[in-house]
């Protein structure tokens, strides 16, 4: 028997979407509700929801339960949208041209 590579997946040339743009562009319009208002029924800071909004922090697990609850989608597409997000970025700027790539064993 031969051995065989281990999976892999093809990394996409375009960054996948920070769920903070996700809130700004289409969520939070379509409820139309104040920005401090959505941050006080998440029960985090204006500046927070404003970070994320802006794409300078992730949504964490605990936020993603938040929206999940606030706005009747779940926690799991937050964290599957900043996992992706961050896994792109990982991907290209985590230098692992040290590190052997293992085959399956038979």
């Given at each position: 028997?031969?051995?065989?590579?281990?999976?892999?997946?093809?990394?996409?040339?375009?960054?996948?979407?920070?769920?903070?743009?996700?809130?700004?562009?289409?969520?939070?319009?379509?409820?139309?509700?104040?920005?401090?208002?959505?941050?006080?029924?998440?029960?985090?800071?204006r500046?927070?929801?404003?970070d994320?909004?802006?794409?300078?922090k992730?949504?964490?697990?605990?936020?993603?339960?938040?929206?999940?609850?606030?706005?009747?989608?779940?926690?799991?597409?937050?964290?599957?949208?900043?996992?992706?997000?961050?896994?792109?970025?990982?991907?290209?700027?985590?230098?692992?041209?040290?590190?052997?790539?293992?085959?399956?064993?038979?």
């Open positions: 028997m031969t051995s065989h590579p281990l999976p892999t997946s093809r990394a996409s040339k375009r960054c996948p979407t920070h769920p903070g743009a996700l809130l700004r562009e289409d969520i939070l319009p379509s409820v139309g509700r104040p920005k401090a208002e959505i941050a006080r029924l998440l029960g985090i800071s500046q927070h929801l404003y994320i909004l802006d794409e300078k992730p949504v964490t697990p605990a936020v993603a339960v938040r929206l999940g609850k606030l706005f009747g989608n779940g926690a799991g597409l937050w964290v599957r949208m900043q996992a992706a997000h961050d896994l792109w970025h990982a991907e290209r700027d985590v230098d692992v041209s040290g590190i052997p790539a293992l085959t399956a064993a038979d």
